[in-house]
């Protein structure tokens, strides 16, 4: 089946430093959604983009839908300590009613004050 | 606010024990889903739901059911617990359609099997 490769798995940063992560596949999406797990909690809707090559932002955070429509990109700029948490990437490709629901297996995010 | 509620957060059950997850979601959503997530594995679907009375399996099926016999409640039952399923679980819901696709999630309900 289809599958979603993010990397890297997990990171060890410096409160301020920029990270980046990103997801790829073999398959093609139309739809790619970044979530952020808390420490204890469900993961949560970070970004949502819906266009090859689109670029949006929400505050610190930045994510791109790949020209290829193959990957997405995920950047989050002068990192803080809540940053902290379980990023995942999640790739739609719309052929029924509802899509496929495919998970990568998420990038572990640890910040150093 | 949206809300989905797992009723448990922390369960500990003995081999073969049967095993109940429940969901709620008070968002009027069509579809539910329920995913594990383990370390290094991300989330896996169990199993989903569409509409009531309606289930689809997912990519890790075996070894457990589920029950939607109303819109809003989701569960998952475990016949016979046993060791490997120890793992968080955590239960979703969204829109059909016309939507952002966006899933809401739980908690989590955190299950260890002795």
């Known amino acids: 089946g289809q599958q979603l490769n993010q990397s890297p798995q997990s990171m060890f940063i410096q409160e301020g430093e920029d990270v980046s992560m990103n997801c790829t596949s073999s398959s093609i999406f139309n739809t790619w959604l970044w979530y952020k797990q808390d420490p204890g909690e469900g993961p949560v809707l970070l970004i949502a983009l819906y266009k090859a090559g689109e670029l949006t932002s929400n505050g610190r955070l930045t994510a791109q839908f790949g020209i290829t429509r193959k990957d997405s990109f995920l950047n989050i700029s002068a990192s803080i300590p809540s940053d902290v948490g379980i990023y995942f990437c999640d790739g739609r490709n719309y052929g029924g009613s509802q899509g496929n629901l495919i998970f990568g297996k998420g990038t572990k995010l640890s910040v150093k004050p | 606010d949206v809300k989905v509620t797992q009723s448990s957060r922390y369960l500990v059950k003995r081999t073969g024990e049967k095993v109940f997850l429940e969901c709620v979601q008070d968002m009027d959503h069509e579809n539910m889903f329920w995913y594990r997530q383990d370390p290094g594995l991300g989330l896996r679907l169990i199993y989903f739901?569409?509409?009531?009375?309606?289930?689809e399996k997912g990519d890790i099926p075996e070894g457990y059911s589920v029950s939607r016999e109303k819109k809003e409640r989701f569960s998952l039952i475990l016949e016979s617990a046993s060791t490997n399923q120890t793992s968080m679980y955590l239960c979703?819901?969204?829109?059909?359609?016309?939507?952002?696709?966006?899933?809401?999630f739980g908690e989590g309900s955190r299950l260890t099997v002795l």
């Open positions: 739901s569409y509409d009531v009375k309606m289930k």
């Open positions: 979703a819901s969204s829109f059909l359609s016309g939507s952002t696709g966006e899933l809401f």
